[in-house]
T-cell receptor, first 112, second 115 residues
Framework: DQQVKQNSPSLSVQEGRISILNCDYT??????FLWYKKYPAEGPTFLIS?????DKNEDGRFTVFLNKSAKHLSLHIVPSQPGDSAVYFC???????????FGTGTSLTVIP | GAVVSQHPSWVICKSGTSVKIECRSLDFQATTMFWYRQFPKQSLMLMAT?????????EQGVEKDKFLINHASLTLSTLTVTSAHPEDSSFYICSATDRPPFEAFFGQGTRLTVV
């Protein structure tokens, strides 16, 4: 049973525009959420995170929004750049850190 | 960010043999390590969570006797795929954290091919 879901397997965006990647989760015990970027045959690299006590966290071009009532989070990248093309995974963790689950990933392509 | 080193990055083995994959945290003490498996074009599937000095907690459907995990120190965890078969061929990734539940740092992954 997939506890973290990303319903869009792929997304294409023009360079300079906003990329919005979505993630839904089912386990209400998750209270820390993260986004990772992954290139083929490499381990994921951490991008940005958000605690459940917040609804927004911003770091440069990346902003993560959390809607706890809807069990939904999103990652906004603006402006999008060709180097942002990768697979993006959202992940969720419980308060003990002994659960760390990934979504199914969204492949982002930024078109120059 | 913190560095997690995974070795080997690529291994081919014969069916029926065992393969050990190492995961090391180089500049921090990893209280918790995670092992994932990724099939082509699929998500990272959590296999097990291990805390230093205790037995690993396996996810449902993961065979404990086939995927042996040892987290003997705060900087090293190993995953041994025992009696490997072609269907075990996959990309295995470890991650480590020193401050759960915050971000975990990932190794570069190991491509296992069983022939």
């Amino acid at each position: 049973d997939q506890q973290v879901k990303q319903n869009s397997p792929s997304l294409s965006v023009q360079e300079g525009r906003i990329s919005i990647l979505n993630c839904d989760y089912t386990n209400s015990m998750f209270d820390y959420f993260l986004w990772y970027k992954k290139y083929p045959a490499e381990g994921p690299t951490f991008l940005i995170s958000i605690s459940s006590i917040k609804d927004k966290n911003e770091d440069g071009r990346f902003t993560v929004f959390l809607n706890k009532s809807a069990k939904h989070l999103s990652l906004h990248i603006v402006p999008s750049q060709p180097g942002d093309s990768a697979v993006y995974f959202c992940a969720a963790s419980g308060s003990t850190g002994n659960q760390f689950y990934f979504g199914t990933g969204t492949s982002l392509t930024v078109i120059p | 960010g913190a560095v997690v080193s995974q070795h080997p990055s690529w291994v081919i083995c014969k069916s029926g043999t065992s393969v050990k994959i190492e995961c090391r945290s180089l500049d921090f003490q990893a209280t918790t390590m995670f092992w994932y498996r990724q099939f082509p074009k699929q998500s990272l599937m959590l296999m097990a969570t291990s805390n230093e000095g205790s037995k690993a907690t396996y996810e449902q459907g993961v065979e404990k006797d086939k995927f042996l995990i040892n987290h003997a120190s705060l900087t090293l965890s190993t995953l041994t795929v025992t009696s490997a078969h072609p269907e075990d061929s996959s990309f295995y990734i470890c991650s480590a954290t020193d401050r759960p539940p915050f971000e975990a740092f990932f190794g570069q992954g190991t491509r296992l091919t069983v022939v």
